[in-house]
């Protein structure tokens, strides 16, 4: 691995805090001025709860890994408070100020490791993975993400370029975790797959629009109204954010539609439609979409096999992607990049 790749590894290679409900609790009210409950949410790199006061208003309460770098968080920030500012409507979460009045603070916990604390707005609503997948849906959440995209067009900061693994133009770093996937057939189908990105995509993402994204828009991030499964009330989990090519943003979503249909490009081509109908993708970024696609089940696939080896305490959250991503792959196969990419784009051609 690289010196860039080490650092993009430091996040997924560095344990949670793990910080007790009461200790928890006491941090929130030094910093905040909030007394309540203190309910665990779950996460990748940073430990999250989900704070309740006596009378009912809730709050995201995350405490960064301690290898995440400050600007990063301050990266996060910045883009949450440009979004509020340019686009109100869009159900994202906002920042609680400090006591203090700052976005952030830093903190030394226990063990004497420095990290960062924020705090941000609950929102209500139903995970989509908990209801039932429609076409109407499929066509929101393409929408609403191409709004999204929109509104962070403009966004910059110097932490934007911060480095990821969980990158889809950057898949390639990932070629020595090959060796981590001991099954024969599995290893065979994700070596393809590399040798697809190497050869077809890689050379072309330098010709294609680059801005912030989201990059990780999916079924556990994008919530719906609990009556209306068709309206969607939020976005959550900005910490996969990062400067990178915008057809990644549109792959990566489309990827976790897979699933659910007898014909597994049902959904992503709904999706990716919907998208195009409100934020059109160029020649260019349709000529790859696909291919970028089966590059997220690529990554989710190595990563989540490496770090469920690292970590078998958290095996179940990071292999909860796991099985759809290998289905998807297997599925993906078959077909040519060019079948592939026309029955994505079945409702943009």
Known sequence: ???????????????????????????????????????????????????????????????????????????????????????????????????????????????????????????????????????LQCRAMGCVLAKLNLALRDFAHPAATHDLLWNVSTAHRLAPNLDVIVDAPRRALAELFMARFNEHVLPRLASVRSQVIHNDYHLYNVLVDPHDHERVVGIID????????????????????????????????????????????????QEIVADLMATRHLITALISEWRAKRYPENRAYIMRHNPAAWEALSQMAGLSRAEARDRLLTDVR
Do not use: W
């Open 1 to 135: 691995m690289t010196a860039n790749g080490s650092i993009a590894t430091a996040a997924l290679s560095t344990a949670a805090p793990c910080l007790t409900p009461d200790e928890v609790g006491a941090l929130v009210s030094r910093v905040y001025g909030i007394n309540g409950s203190v309910k665990s949410l779950v996460g990748e790199r940073d430990q999250n709860c989900c704070i309740e006061t006596r009378d009912g208003m809730r709050y995201v309460f995350k405490i960064s890994n301690s290898s995440e770098p400050v600007s990063v968080v301050d990266f996060q920030i910045a883009a949450l408070e440009h979004i509020a500012r340019v686009a109100p409507d869009l159900p994202v979460p906002r920042v609680v100020r400090t006591l203090g009045g700052s976005t952030r603070d830093s903190v030394i916990l226990a063990d004497g490791v420095p990290t960062t604390v924020r705090m941000l707005s609950y929102l209500d609503g139903v995970q989509i993975r908990e209801t039932p997948r429609t076409a």
């Open 238 to 285: 900005f910490g996969d954010m990062l400067h990178a090519p915008l057809v990644g943003e549109v792959a990566t979503a489309a990827a976790f539609h897979m699933t659910g249909n007898a014909d597994p490009f049902e959904g992503p081509s709904q999706f990716v439609g919907a998208y195009h109908a409100t934020l059109p993708l160029s020649y260019e970024e």
